[in-house]
Nanobody, 116 residues
């Protein structure tokens, strides 16, 4: 069992930046780390992924603006978000997916609100 706790959300103006952090209760070296988000009235959507070998992937909507990173020694996975727009307003969730598939853990989420 791995517990994930997100932090760093908040209120930011258009064009601003936020850095989200996901802290795991145990080692994350065998997990692909991902960020998802869910806006009001919408389905949860993929945002970014960093694999166990640190290959990254991003949704088209955030590519070039967001950067995902991981620190296995600190059991954290961060999401640097720049050039934020109101369309980025959502609850952001951290996910740990075992490298062999099957096991998935989710955090409770952190709210990000971007004003226009």
């Amino acid at each position: 069992q791995v517990d994930l706790v997100e932090s760093g959300g908040g209120f930011v103006e258009y064009g601003g930046s936020l850095r989200l952090s996901c802290k795991a209760s145990g080692g994350i070296g065998i997990y692909h780390m991902q960020w998802y988000r869910q806006a009001p009235g919408k389905q949860r959507e993929f945002v970014a992924k960093i694999s166990v070998v640190e290959v990254t992937d991003y949704s088209d909507s955030v590519k070039g603006r967001f950067t995902i990173s991981r620190d296995n020694a600190r059991n954290t996975a961060d999401l640097q978000m720049d050039s934020l727009t109101p369309e980025d307003t959502a609850v952001y969730f951290c996910n740990a997916a075992h490298r062999s598939g099957g096991t998935n853990y989710w955090g409770r989420g952190t709210q990000v609100t971007v004003s226009s």
